[in-house]
């Protein structure tokens, strides 16, 4: 089936420095994914929608700025944590479909756990 | 606001059991309903999707139901086991939107 992979699964950085995320569909193409955010015990919220070939889409609140999306080819897409502080400690996720009806089922990655010491 | 609720918010069981896993929702009109399983530290998994017209889907030991009236769905769970710990997620798809809004979860720990 649709493999999502999600690289790195785990890292630690230092406040102030920045964290790139990789989200990669492996045997389709996704012009469009999705990426989360999730706190111990609460459910997924979307940040942001990223689409190939243009800019992100981002939720009420998330800041475009500090999270920057790429989605440059139609496998692959990044989140990069700009300047990370601890409240951005986190458990990241990302999915993606391949589109072909709204009801095609959404692959997501296996999440990267995000600890700013 | 569209919602999507689930209960119990946390439930225990012991292995061999069945249970039934509730999510109500308040999202109208909706494309499809879908049921994810999410073991602790991983991305969720897809169990299920029914579209609005569909009333139950299987999967194995998983059985989804909805009612489109009531905007009830239900996940029941058959002969449990050990495996079957982790947090279940009632998810629903808007009519005309990628974005999905998912439900608060249910967590299921299953005992020997």
């Known amino acids: 089936g649709a493999v999502v992979s999600q690289h790195p699964s785990w890292v630690i950085c230092k406040s102030g420095t920045s964290v790139k995320i990789e989200c990669r569909s492996l045997d389709f193409q996704a012009t469009t994914m999705f990426w989360y955010r999730q706190f111990p015990k609460q459910s997924l919220m979307l940040m942001a929608t990223s689409n190939e070939g243009s800019k992100a889409t981002y939720e009420q609140g998330v800041e475009k700025d500090k999270f920057l999306i790429n989605h440059a080819s139609l496998t692959l897409s990044t989140l990069t944590v700009t300047s990370a502080h601890p409240e951005d400690s986190s458990f990241y996720i990302c999915?993606?479909?391949?589109?072909?009806?709204?009801?095609?089922?959404?692959?997501f990655g296996n999440g990267t756990r995000l600890t700013v010491t | 606001k569209n919602q999507v609720e689930q209960s119990p918010q946390s439930l225990i069981i012991l292995e061999g059991k069945n249970c039934t896993l509730q999510c109500n929702y308040t999202v109208s009109p909706f494309s499809n309903l879908r049921w994810y399983k999410q073991d602790t530290g991983r991305g969720p998994v897809s169990l299920t999707i029914?579209?609005?017209?569909?009333n139950t889907k299987s999967n194995g030991r998983y059985t989804a139901t909805l009612d489109a009236d009531t905007k009830q769905s239900s996940l029941h769970i058959t002969a449990s086991q050990l495996s079957d710990s982790a947090s279940y997620i009632c998810?629903?798809?808007?009519?005309?939107?990628?974005?999905?809004?998912f439900g608060t979860g249910t967590r299921l720990q299953v005992f020997p």
């Open positions: 999915s993606a479909s391949d589109r072909s009806s709204y009801n095609s089922p959404l692959h």
């Open positions: 029914m579209t609005f017209s569909e």
């Open positions: 998810v629903v798809q808007p009519h005309n939107t990628d974005k999905l809004i």
